[in-house]
T-cell receptor, first 112, second 114 residues
Framework: KQEVTQIPAALSVPEGENLVLNCSFT??????LQWFRQDPGKGLTSLLL?????REQTSGRLNASLDKSSGRSTLYIAASQPGDSATYLC???????????FGGGTRLMVKP | EAQVTQNPRYLITVTGKKLTVTCSQN?????MSWYRQDPGLGLRQIYY???????DKGDVPEGYKVSRKEKRNFPLILESPSPNQTSLYFC?????????????FGEGSRLTVL
């Protein structure tokens, strides 16, 4: 059974720092991996989707990488801003394409 | 505006009183799914549907039912709610199934069962 782990569970950084969020998964036979953002009391917003054949995806200040062989993905946030404060979740889609397994999330706080 | 709409957003009910949480999407997505989010347990999939009249169980289907009679709607039914179903529920949809499509989430429905 796929297990997804995100470390650290919480992170606090000063504004302007570049930071990396980590996601690891136990079964490398994945179909794709998504990174989401969740604000308190809100739904999840998709940030980046990486197909299993891809190594990375970029959107603005965000860059997500995928290393299937090592079971790892990272989300890089450049020049962090207070508005980036939220919980970031990664989710792995299994090879059958139907089941999404979520990590526990990293709660990020960017201080002005 | 492309969106997934859930209702109600907040509900307090009592044990055993049947309830339905509705979910509707306006993006013509084939795939729809329900999740529950609990502290310390994260997001877990309850049921999903690949298309009209096609549904399947996720990780935690016990105590829930779903139906997919129309492409845009995917209601979640709790026939006899119990306190352990107190949770934050999310509906999501995607084009072409999860295998390739970006997943869009609703705003969530917070359910309390007394």
């Amino acid at each position: 059974k796929q297990e997804v782990t995100q470390i650290p569970a919480a992170l606090s950084v000063p504004e302007g720092e570049n930071l990396v969020l980590n996601c690891s998964f136990t079964d490398s036979a994945i179909y794709n991996l998504q990174w989401f953002r969740q604000d308190p009391g809100k739904g999840l917003t998709s940030l980046l989707l990486i197909q299993s054949s891809q190594r990375e995806q970029t959107s603005g200040r965000l860059n997500a990488s995928l290393d299937k062989s090592s079971g790892r993905s990272t989300l890089y946030i450049a020049a962090s801003q207070p508005g980036d404060s939220a919980t970031y979740l990664c989710a792995v889609n299994n090879n059958a394409g139907n089941m999404l397994t979520f990590g526990g999330g990293t709660r990020l706080m960017v201080k002005p | 505006e492309a969106q997934v709409t859930q209702n109600p957003r907040y509900l307090i009910t009592v044990t055993g009183k049947k309830l339905t949480v509705t979910c509707s999407q306006n993006m013509n997505h084939e795939y729809m799914s329900w999740y529950r989010q609990d502290p310390g347990l994260g997001l877990r999939q309850i049921y999903y549907s690949m298309n009209v009249e096609v549904t399947d169980k996720g990780d935690v289907p016990e105590g829930y039912k779903v139906s997919r009679k129309e492409k845009r709607n995917f209601p979640l039914i709790l026939e006899s709610p119990s306190p352990n179903q107190t949770s934050l529920y999310f509906c999501a949809s995607s084009l072409l199934g999860q295998g390739s499509g970006e997943l869009f989430f609703g705003e969530g429905s917070r359910l309390t069962v007394l």
